[in-house]
């Protein structure tokens, strides 16, 4: 069964409201350029937060400052290998952009995903206004990072539901 049209347009609307250039997957011939635009407008935002991030926050306690380090690299390097595959998506020739006809319950789930997708970014975005120049205490690091890290998984995750849904139409 597939959603309404008016749940369909709601989802795309929101996208096309912030990604400029975005126009969706209804017609064949705009697939391409939506998904370079998505792609972009990702990467330009998460090259923005690590911009964002500078350098590890100073810890409270000078005892723990190698924990942040660590924890804080291992956020860039999550955040450095979704750039990367934003750049090199795995299906640039798949059958999704050179198909006529693409149901409209699969356009819908590429939706719901793009959007969540751009939730995360958001919540990343405000997580990180939180905690801005200032000192953290042993017990905020792993808080705080944690809490980083799950939505940049969960970013993660939308993309790969995302990229599986686009090779789905391959038959992957």
């Avoid at 972009?40 to 937060?49: A, M, P, Q, V, Y």
């Avoid at 924890?71 to 998506?89: A, E, F, G, M, V």
């Avoid at 793009?114 to 953290?136: F, I, V, W, Y």
């Amino acid at each position: 069964m597939n959603p309404p049209s008016s749940e369909v347009s709601d989802s795309r609307n929101l996208l096309v409201g912030t990604i400029q250039g975005y126009s969706g997957y209804e017609e064949l011939e705009k697939r391409g350029q939506s998904d370079r635009d998505l792609r972009e407008h990702l990467e330009k935002n998460l090259e923005h937060l690590q911009q964002r991030l500078g350098h590890p926050p100073k810890a409270f306690e000078p005892e723990i400052q190698e924990s942040v380090n660590l924890i804080y690299q291992k956020t860039r390097r999550k955040i450095d290998t979704i750039c990367q595959s934003l750049k090199n998506p795995t299906y640039e020739d798949s059958a999704f952009f050179s198909t006529a006809k693409v149901n409209k319950r699969v356009i819908n789930q590429l939706y719901n995903l793009e959007n969540s997708l751009l939730n995360n970014m958001q919540t990343l975005s405000d997580e990180l206004d939180g905690h801005a120049g200032r000192s953290l205490k042993a017990d905020e690091v792993n808080e705080h990072f944690t809490y980083f890290q799950d939505f940049i998984d969960n970013f993660s995750q939308d993309l790969f539901e995302r990229e599986a849904l686009i090779l789905a139409l391959e038959g992957y």
